[in-house]
């Protein structure tokens, strides 16, 4: 059985992060993705949201799970039974960032990681872009599921009440 896992802030999840996840999950037999709970980082979402937001986004894919986690990643591994990391590529500052973690986890715990190249058509697609678009009434349409989209309007809408 091959697991992998997808980790992530998710915050909220993003067409790039379906099309990541959903590609994986045709390469794999399992994909758990999984949502860091960064007690440093608040985020705009509460993990239970993001989770939330996941499950529906990828409700329509068998082999897809979705999980949190705190602490490192290569504990989580190791607890899960998952042979994998899968990691994406936007841009080459992401690549700077994300070689730099993936030999600090392959030194730790001999935990690999697998990069996929983003589609081209998400490339410029972040979370923060989104959180950003949206707090100020933008369209995100093509940016994020119908759930997801409403969920950041419901959000923005009770921080203004
Ligand atoms: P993190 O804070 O761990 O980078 P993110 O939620 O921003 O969490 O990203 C999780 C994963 O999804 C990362 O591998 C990231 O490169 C990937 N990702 C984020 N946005 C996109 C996108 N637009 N297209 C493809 N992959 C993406």
Redesign the pocket.
């Given at each position: 059985m091959r697991r992998v896992v997808?980790?992530?802030?998710?915050?909220p999840v993003?067409n790039?992060?379906i099309?990541?996840i959903g590609r994986a999950a045709r390469q794999y037999d399992e994909v758990v993705a999984a949502v860091?709970t960064n007690v440093n980082k608040r985020g705009l979402f509460s993990v239970e949201e993001k989770v939330d937001m996941l499950r529906e986004c990828t409700a329509d894919v068998g082999n897809i799970t979705i999980s949190q986690f705190s602490g490192l990643l290569v504990d989580f591994c190791r607890e899960n039974d998952i042979g994998a990391i899968i990691?994406?590529?936007?841009s080459v500052s992401?690549f700077d960032y994300e070689l730099q973690i993936a030999q600090m986890n392959y030194r730790l715990a001999g935990v690999e990681t697998l990069f996929m190249t983003?589609?081209p058509q998400?490339?410029f697609?972040?979370?923060s872009l989104v959180r950003e678009i949206a707090q100020y009434g933008g369209d995100v349409s093509s940016l994020v599921t119908p759930y997801v989209e409403q969920r950041l309007r419901d959000k923005y809408e009770s921080r203004e009440s």
């Open positions: 997808c980790p992530g802030s998710f915050d993003t790039g992060h099309d990541i860091l990691r994406s590529l936007r992401d983003a589609n998400y490339s697609l972040s979370s």
